[in-house]
Structures are given as structure tokens and as C-alpha cells.
């Protein structure tokens, strides 16, 4: 069964960092993307970034420039280090992982809150 369990969510202040984490367990095939997605209230689920196999990345216009995408292939985990933080940053971020076959995979979410 697969699993990804994510972790680094929390509050932090404007003009804070976090990091977030996302291991994946039980996945047979290799992963060739990996990507973050976000969810506020009210908002549909919106791709924040993703970085392909090779390390090729590509980021929302929002978060250019304090958002870096990062991945360890041997440990299937993806990173995204997250600077600058904005109030408009609050959401649920979701970890995103397609294997080669196609199989697609989510994590349960975790909550970050950007407030003073």
C-alpha cells in the first residue's frame, strides 16, 4: 500500500520560513514527478510546484522567487522550502507523486498559516 506522509506545516509569521516534507513508502515503480499543490478556503486546489525526474522545475507565478522545489530520488522524498512567507501563502499544502506508470498518489495534507 502506498503511503506518503508529509511533515513542516505550521504557523509562522509574514516574512517567515518553513519547509516541507513528503516521504513516500510502498511505491513500486519509480516517481517521475513530484509536485506540491495548495488549498485555501473558499479556492480551488492550485499547483504551487513540481520537479520532474531530472530536477527540472517549474513554479507558480506566485511564489517565484521564495519557493524552491527539491527532491532525493533514492529516499522518494520531495522537499519545498518556503521563504518570505505571505499572508496569501495560508492553506493546506498537498504532496503529489505520478510513478512511471502513471499511478498517481496524495498526501493527507498539512495545514500552514501565515499570520502575525
Known amino acids: 500500500q502506498v503511503h506518503l506522509v508529509e511533515s513542516g506545516g505550521g504557523l509562522v509569521q509574514p516574512g517567515g520560513s518553513l519547509r516541507l516534507s513528503c516521504a513516500a513508502s510502498g511505491i513500486i515503480f519509480s516517481i517521475n514527478f513530484m509536485g506540491w499543490y495548495r488549498q485555501a478556503p473558499g479556492r480551488e486546489r492550485e499547483l504551487v510546484a513540481r520537479?520532474?525526474?531530472?530536477?527540472?522545475?517549474s513554479y507558480a507565478d506566485s511564489v517565484k522567487g521564495r519557493f524552491t522545489i527539491s527532491r532525493d530520488n533514492d529516499k522518494n522524498t520531495v522537499y519545498l522550502q518556503m521563504n518570505s512567507l505571505k499572508p496569501e501563502d495560508t492553506a493546506v499544502y498537498y504532496c503529489?507523486?505520478?510513478?512511471?506508470?502513471?499511478?498517481?498518489?496524495w498526501g493527507q495534507g498539512t495545514q500552514v498559516t501565515v499570520s502575525s
Open positions: 503529489n507523486m505520478v510513478a512511471l506508470n502513471w499511478a498517481n498518489y
Open positions: 520537479i520532474g525526474r531530472g530536477g527540472s522545475s
